[in-house]
């Protein structure tokens, strides 16, 4: 496997990514091999990047173009395997027609998409994750392991019955600060691996991906920093490495 970040919450810490060579370096000392995603504004600054990536010996697996379509193409011209699937609509037959289209046209190029679990959204809950994944059959799944726990999943349920369906993986974890909120953002926050108090146990998540033969990326990702995001996702690094990962 490959671990890498998911650096949504950095940007949200720093504000936005001003010199990215620059947090790829950071990144690269704490010990991960690269990011998920390269977001270019042209197929000229999606080739600089990557190249700047290449040039740390650090990798990527998606390119986040300024459209749909320009996203498939450009993350199939580096030889990368999936790009996200669309996450919204006005309501889950909506969502499940638009995904299913999109899957069709990534795969004239040979790019898988993936739907990305998440709380507030139309695929939260477990039984709403089977269920597209039933009604989408050639979508694959960016399992997040925190959004599913935080609403009820079981994450390693899910890693061993649709092993065959994970094109990545967002390691993350959970601290619940008031469950009767009104909204699922004020219920909690995103925290470092093995801080959160949900029982989510990823390394247990881990294990089964090692169980079923997933070889793929793993990307730490963290949405909530309290502090400088490069001290957080050295303690998730550490984290995986003491149990051998």
């Not at 609403?151 to 009767?180: C, E, N, Q």
Request: with cysteine; proline share 3%.
């Amino acid at each position: 496997m490959k671990y890498g970040v998911a650096t949504y919450g950095m940007n949200v810490w720093f504000g936005g990514d001003y010199d990215p060579e620059e947090r790829w370096a950071r990144l690269r000392e704490i010990g991960y091999d690269g990011v998920e995603h390269v977001s270019a504004a042209s197929a000229d600054d999606a080739v600089v990047k990557a190249a700047r990536l290449h040039k740390l010996g650090m990798d990527f697996a998606t390119v986040s173009a300024p459209t749909p379509e320009l996203s498939i193409q450009w993350t199939a011209a580096f030889g990368n395997t999936y790009i996200w699937a669309g996450m919204t609509g006005d309501n889950f037959d909506e969502l499940c027609r638009k995904d299913n289209l999109e899957a069709e046209a990534a795969a004239r190029w040979g790019v898988k998409t993936g739907l990305h679990n998440h709380m507030g959204m139309l695929v939260e809950t477990q039984p709403q994750l089977e269920s597209f994944l039933d009604r989408c059959p050639n979508v694959g799944l960016i399992l997040d392991t925190a959004h599913l726990a935080a609403a009820g999943g079981d994450p390693v349920a899910i890693v061993r019955k649709y092993a065959d369906r994970l094109v990545s993986m967002h390691l993350k974890d959970w601290f619940l600060t008031d469950p009767g909120a009104d909204h699922w953002f004020k219920t909690g926050r995103f925290c470092e691996l093995g801080a959160g108090n949900i029982g989510l146990d990823n390394i247990a998540v881990m294990r089964a991906l090692v169980e079923v033969g997933y070889d793929g990326w793993v990307f730490v990702e963290q949405d909530t920093h309290l502090q400088d995001p490069y001290i957080d996702l050295a303690k998730s690094r550490e984290y995986l490495k003491k149990a051998g990962f």
